[in-house]
């Protein structure tokens, strides 16, 4: 595994909520990590951790491989990828997200 590889399993696993966005929480820098974190907040995500791909460029290209999802954002619950913005919308409004939200 590579150095950034590892650095991200360990944000993954060390974290139970964790959300590689562009951007923050209180402040998105695009339309989709936005909405991320608006469904997250709506399902009642207490323990969010963010980390914004913009401020670390290995972070950034390494994500898409790590799941081997090519859009940014990506969450991960207890250490599971979940999805990006889309998927996260469909769970929503199916009431999966704020289920597995639930799960410890």
């Known amino acids: 595994m590579s150095d950034v590889q590892q650095r991200i399993d360990e ?13 923050n929480a209180q402040f998105p820098m695009c339309g989709f990590s936005g909405r ?10 207490a323990d969010l951790k963010t980390f914004n791909v913009l401020e670390d460029e290995e ?18 619950v207890n250490g599971e990828f979940v999805g990006g913005s889309d998927i996260m919308m469909e769970m929503y ?11 410890t």
């Open 93 to 103: 409004e199916s009431g999966e997200l704020q289920q597995v939200l639930e799960r």
């Open 11 to 23: 944000l993954v696993k060390g974290n139970r909520v964790m959300l590689f966005m562009k951007g």
């Open 36 to 45: 991320a974190i608006q469904l997250l907040k709506a399902a009642g995500a």
């Open 59 to 76: 972070v950034r290209q390494g994500i898409k491989d790590y799941a081997q999802w090519p859009t940014i954002p990506q969450l991960y």
